[in-house]
């Protein structure tokens, strides 16, 4: 028999108490943000009650191995905060061919610093093209090709036990059109029907002159005819890919089972695909409706109850007003959001030797909630697109990085130009290592090296968690055969998709290689941002103008000692004036450069992470 005290309950009473607890908490939030969207709707009533069985009931099944996490990270709501988060972002496949490829690579990772990773889509996507596994067939089954839901789990506790976690894609704003719920749409199943959106052709033809096409030139249009489905479905990005309709209050419970689902298997975190689509208006964009971001806070109060310990990112790649919104009102939206407009800024001021465009960026990106935290990245597996940026920066110089990254003006960059919607700018493809201007042959003191290495540098300065993109650690160059393979020559964006090389990896010890050159800045940045706290240092990001163009300087002064972060973004050697505080007994955790009296010389593409006495 089990004996009750005050201080040690049986595990299960424990966790049914830490339910009923997190229930009443965050319960309020899910009613009113999802009366808001469906409240009007004749299958509320029906709907609510039955959500609200469902939380309870997949609350209460919580696996036991995952719960002392859940209840850490809830009593320690400041962990996101937490400083050396480095993150590493792949295809599986292309990193170490499947599932436990990945898991045997892991001292690798380690040994660079990182303590998450993101694998790049991996469930069960439609054969063919699947613009890279983000037109999932099936998601409760893993890639065969990858493994299966079992090698899933098992990368996840792998991770659990070293302390470290994964976050998955979870594709929510479409199906592929072979997906179940499509089939039995395409069969004339109503209640599936209702799971997509059809419309006749005039009126296809009227929403599309309202929306800005995503692929403008491979899949022109946001509607794709489907005589099986008597009209124009719903297709924002290529034809195969199908918007689900969350006007319909279902589609907002299955997607909620999936995510239930695939933490139930140990996965800690969730980036929320094409985020800023799930709402459609008519009248407006359909991008980033107050209903969509309504629906994201109501699937992270509903984790809160369930796997509290669980992540969610948002991928909305759109202007900093409208990102801000994902993070949520009250006790939240999404945890994460990539820090898009910060980086696209890094290379638009890389290219200019001028830091005002990366200043008024991260003065939007400074408003975020204190309890949410930034993806900060330098490149990821996506074209960058610097009409995101209109808002901050004039059209003559989106076109100008545009022109000057994308091969049309002479520059350091080997990068290629991609797509654009009509009246923006032509987005660019390439790995880091193309970008920063890394030609081949070069070594780790080469003046495209330093360049990528600042990028890194600045961004595992800032507050956040810094996300590496495969390859970048070792400046793996593009995959320019992706052109000669029949499914991928049709998107650009396969140009920065390369295998790794491991054979390239063998040099990261030899610090005269490229390789090594670049793998040992990566891991001296991820060691000395994990010890950012230690130091002291907290708080947001928020800029610095010296007065001199070329260098970017950020400080961040929540902590108990100041931290100034200065990188030099031009090919020659600079001084600056100190800031008061750091001009005296400053130290660089870098280890780089030394202040001395009152100043300070950066070297060409020189970095300094100064923090006060
Ligand atoms: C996201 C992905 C991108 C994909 C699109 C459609 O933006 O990052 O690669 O093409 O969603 O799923």
Known sequence: ??????????????????????????????????????????????????????????????????????????????????????????????????????????????????RWLHPLPLLEPREGDSDGGFAVKDYRQVDPRLGTMQDLSALADDLRSRGMGLILDVVCNHTAREHAWAVAARAGDPAYRDFYIVVPPEEAARRDAELIDVFPDTAPGSFTPCPEMGGHVWTTFYPFQWDLNYANPAVFAEMLDVLVFLAAQGVQGFRLDSAPFLWKQAGTTCRNLPQTYAIVEAWRAALSIIAPGVVLVAEAIESLEDVLPFFGEGSGGCDLAYNNGVMTALWGALADEDAGIFRRCLSASAGKPSRAAWLNYVRCHDDVIWNALATYAPHEDLARWSRFYGGQDPSFSRGRAFQTAAGGVPSTNGMAASLAGIAPGENGASAGAARLALLYGIIHGLDGWPLIYMGDEIGLADDALYADDPLRAGDGRWLHRPMMDWTLAERRGDQASLEGGLF??????????????????????????LGVASVLAFERTGGARGFLCLANLSGAAVSVDLPHGFGVGATDLLGATSPKGGSLTLPAHGLAWLVTL
């Open 520 to 545: 040992q800045r990566f891991r001296t940045l991820a060691d000395q941002a994990r010890k950012l706290d230690e130091h002291g240092v907290a708080g947001p990001a928020r800029p610095v103008d």
């Open 1 to 114: 028999m089990t004996s009750l005290t005050a201080t040690a309950l049986p595990d299960d009473l424990s966790h049914d108490l830490a339910v009923t607890r997190r229930f009443e908490a965050h319960w309020p939030t899910i009613q009113s943000r999802l009366a808001g969207v469906y409240g009007q709707d004749p299958r509320w009533t029906g709907f609510i009650t039955r959500l609200r069985q469902s939380v309870l009931a997949a609350a209460a099944a919580r696996p036991a191995a995952l719960q002392p996490l859940d209840a850490e990270r809830e009593a320690r709501p400041d962990w996101l905060a937490a400083s050396g988060q480095t993150t590493y972002t792949f295809y599986a496949d292309r990193f170490a061919g499947d599932l436990n490829g990945v898991r045997q690579r892991l001292d690798y990772l380690t040994d660079l610093g990182v």
